[in-house]
């Protein structure tokens, strides 16, 4: 296995300071518009619920700001080696469309039973997409294992670029709304919350972040009961970017002091609030991006203004019609 290089390296993230989250913003601005907050008139008594539309970025997803963030964030002499970053999907698709429009070559280790919207969307961008199993890409993830190559590897959750990019969504989310109490997001790897967290915490202290899992795979909410890091048993689910059998132990002592609480729940509760986005808002969001609004709907400890991040709308179209059909799709 190669040592030595960059793209080999072990990531140690950190919580991202506010000016390296505003420069990011300002990289990101020349490709990529704000997308907005919404508020969500539930007519709720004790809350008050807004959507961070992440589905309406240029790939439908959130991957995209800290796709371009670690890109921007390297020199381009290092980019022309080409780039490659091991994803379930979003994080895949939002690497390609950032290494299209930055003119260098781009990989994707991506398991089969990946959604094949993400696929094509990969495919479609110039990206190589390259399968491995599930086991694989888990280990790419937590840098036990890293590929044969010597292109830059990006890792999608420990980057400090990722991250950074990342916190753009929470900096955008107190400006939009200074009263924010709660900022709900699904946790995946863990960039995503670590990112908006530290944004959200740096501008509003008093703000809560709940991890939003699904219950099938819900690795925050054992490891907040155990008080550390600890291998859980999954079940199959048709939500692929959230959940996994532990947690990325690089991130998690960072992560850990951001998070308030985790909450896990059903496919019922899940393809509720994907069902409930579209009748109320005509919002298309995949199961791990509706889990947010399904947390804040099940939880009675979150009230007050409420900020739900749907982080992506990337679903192939035959589960999608069978959640609309009301039926849960298949694994």
Excluded at 13 to 21: A, K, N, S, Y
Excluded at 141 to 149: G, H, K, L, T, Y
Aim: net charge neutral; hydrophobic share 45%.
């Amino acid at each position: 296995m190669k040592t030595g290089t960059e793209s080999l390296a072990v990531a140690s993230p950190r919580r991202p300071r506010l000016d390296e989250i505003e420069t990011a913003r300002t990289r990101l601005a020349a490709y990529m518009p704000r997308t907005p907050l919404v508020h969500l008139d539930l007519g709720l008594p004790d809350r008050r619920i807004f959507l961070k539309l992440e589905t309406l970025s240029p790939i439908g997803a959130f991957k995209l700001r800290p796709a371009l963030s670690a890109l921007l964030s390297r020199d381009i002499a290092t980019l022309r080696r080409g780039v490659a970053t091991a994803s379930s999907g979003n994080m895949a698709y939002g690497m390609a469309w950032a290494a299209n429009r930055l003119g260098v070559p781009m990989a994707a280790y991506m398991y089969s039973g990946a959604p094949q919207t993400k696929i094509d969307g990969v495919r479609k961008l110039g990206g190589d997409v390259r399968f491995i199993s599930m086991e694989t890409w888990w280990r790419y993830i937590v840098d036990a294992e890293r590929p044969e190559r010597d292109e830059l590897l990006i890792n999608p959750v420990t980057d400090q670029g990722v991250l950074t990019g990342n916190g753009t969504i929470g900096l955008e989310i107190v400006e939009d709304l200074p009263e924010v109490d709660v900022v709900v997001t699904p946790f995946g790897g863990g960039g995503l919350t670590t990112g908006v967290a530290s944004a959200v915490k740096a501008l509003r202290p008093r703000a809560r972040i709940i991890a939003a899992e699904d219950e099938n795979a819900a690795p925050v909410t054992a490891a907040l009961v155990a008080g550390r890091i600890v291998e859980i048993a999954t079940r199959p689910s048709f939500v692929k970017s959230i959940g996994g059998p532990s947690l990325v132990p690089q991130l998690w002592p960072v992560a850990s002091q951001l998070i308030d609480s985790a909450v896990a729940v059903s496919l019922d509760q899940i393809t509720d609030a994907m069902r409930l986005l579209f009748s109320k808002a005509k919002l298309v969001a995949e199961g791990a991006g509706a889990a947010s609004l399904a947390v804040a709907l099940a939880s009675d400890q979150i009230k007050g203004n409420v900020v739900c991040v749907i982080s992506g709308g990337n679903i192939d179209a035959a589960a999608y019609s069978q959640v609309l059909a009301g039926a849960i799709p298949d694994p």
